[in-house]
């Protein structure tokens, strides 16, 4: 069994044929699904989902490209849902900073305020975070420490190799390791991966984006899991079963998976 921790679902991808996707995934061996919030505007979707479907679950977050449509997101409505599980995907992300280093320094801190507003909203609804960090490292770190976090953990979705958020494991959370780790390119990745404890090792798509090898260029899809999967086996010489299980029960764990 493998569980889909990051798997856009209500993207408008797979809206076509999203009962085809779910259940090649289900023939394959995935059996829980959790779609990520970003915007306020896909959350709807993403409820429709997680309530036609019993292996579905949702988290609601604003993705920090989409920092302004904060304060337009009922937090409340969806945080108390019975299948919510998570706040996020929050985050920082300085990878598209632009204009002034003023006007820079202005979003990242715009951004921080939106991250920190929802790690509050974690404790306060006792939902793990789902956290984006993208060329924002030590700044991530030193908010998700400061603001005890630990409190609730969450994940490190689309964990970014650097080490020095490795620390980060004795604090509640795990990393998530999606279809990068199947890449040629992925040195940094491949060479981390090892130093994670395998107790806090989630498995994720983060479709339709990333896919792995061999099938990079086409949608993400939550069946293309088994090839992380089996990519994370090799990598750290433990047997695709045991692979599949430690990471299921770690899913379960962080997310009050039934």
Do not use: W
């Not at 980060?168 to 998530?176: I, N, R, S, T, V």
Request: proline fraction near 5%; charge should be negative; aromatic fraction near 8%.
């Amino acid at each position: 069994m493998i569980i889909d921790t990051h798997i856009h679902l209500d993207d408008s991808r797979y809206n076509d044929d999203l009962d085809k996707v779910l259940n090649r995934a289900r023939e394959g061996g995935v059996k829980r699904f959790i779609i990520p919030g970003a915007h306020p505007d896909t959350l709807p979707r993403a409820l429709q989902i997680a309530e036609a479907n019993s292996d579905v679950y949702f988290a609601v977050g604003v993705h920090p490209y989409d920092m302004e449509s904060f304060d337009e997101l009922d937090f409340e409505k969806y945080a108390k849902h019975e299948k919510c599980v998570a706040i996020g995907e929050c985050g920082l992300d300085y990878y598209r900073l632009e204009g002034s280093d003023d006007e820079k320094e202005k979003e990242k801190s715009r951004q921080k305020d939106i991250f920190k507003a929802q790690i509050e909203l974690a404790k306060k609804y006792k939902k793990p975070l789902i956290v984006h960090i993208r060329d924002a490292s030590r700044d991530s770190k030193e908010m998700l420490l400061n603001s005890d976090a630990k409190e609730v953990g969450g994940v490190l979705h689309c964990y970014n190799a650097d080490e020095e958020l490795l620390s980060l494991a004795k604090e509640g959370f795990y990393f998530g390791i999606g279809g990068v780790l199947t890449f040629k390119n992925a040195r940094k990745l491949l060479n981390v991966l090892p130093k994670i404890p395998t107790e806090k090792l989630l498995i994720e798509t983060d479709g339709p984006y990333l896919t792995p090898m061999p099938h990079r260029g086409e949608r993400n899809e939550p069946f293309y899991t088994t090839f992380i999967a089996q990519k994370m086996s090799d990598l750290l010489e433990i047997p695709l079963k045991d692979v599949k299980d430690i990471t299921t029960q770690n899913a379960q764990k962080l997310f009050d998976l039934q």
